[in-house]
Structure formats: C-alpha cells, structure tokens
Nanobody
C-alpha cells in the first residue's frame, strides 16, 4: 500500500490561488501516473488533472486546462496542483491518486484507473 498525503487546501475567496501537494514516501511513487480528483457531496467525482510518471504528458478535466496546472517534482516524490482564479464552483475535497502501474504510457482520467488514494484536502472558495 502506497500512502499519499495531500496538503494545501483551505478557505479562500473568489479569484485566489492555491497550490495543493501530494506526497508519498515510497520511491515507486515516481514511476506512477498521478491524478487529482475532486468530490462535492451530492455530485459525482470529477476528474481534475493527471500527469504521467515521468511528467511527459498531462491531461485536464473539461474547462480546467489553463486555470489549473499539474506538475511533479520527482526527487521530492511530490505532485502539485496549482489552482488559479478560483471560484465557488471549485469548492470540493481534492484527492490525489496514483495508478500503481510502473512507467505506464497510459494516463487515465477515470478513478477506476487508480489504485492508491490519499485522504483528501478541503478546498473552499467563498464569494
């Protein structure tokens, strides 16, 4: 089991920025694709962004590219989600997940493609 820890959430106002971090202690984390999802009670889980194991490919959920940016620091075993120009619609618990497949060429946008999940970090955007 790979343990992932998300940090960086908080309460901000519309238009603010946040950077979320997803860190793991296991070295294998750096060989996995990593994704961010978000969940609001009463709504379906939504794909936010994902990054290939080597950072070579990134994909984004609809209408999020350009405002959100996913990146990773391989030596630090950390994946980031930079969120800019936040709105109340971005309010959710944000989860990071690793696919658990070493050096995969596939970067999935579906939660079923990911094996290891963090506990989530709350992001609340007020108007």
């Amino acid at each position: 089991q790979v343990q992932l820890v998300e940090t960086g959430g908080g309460l901000v106002q519309t238009g603010a920025s946040l950077r979320l971090s997803c860190s793991a202690s296991e070295h294998t984390f750096s060989t996995y694709a990593v994704a961010w999802f978000r969940q609001t009670p009463g709504k379906d889980r939504e794909f936010v962004a994902a990054i290939q194991w080597n950072g070579g490919k990134t994909i984004y959920g609809d209408f999020l590219e350009g405002r959100f940016t996913i990146s990773r620091d391989i030596p630090k075993k950390t994946v980031y989600l930079q969120m800019n120009t936040l709105t109340p619609e971005d309010t959710a618990v944000y989860y990071c997940a690793a696919d658990g497949i070493s050096q995969s060429i596939v970067v999935s946008r579906y939660s079923m493609g990911y094996t290891y999940w963090g506990q989530g970090t709350q992001v609340t955007v007020s108007s």
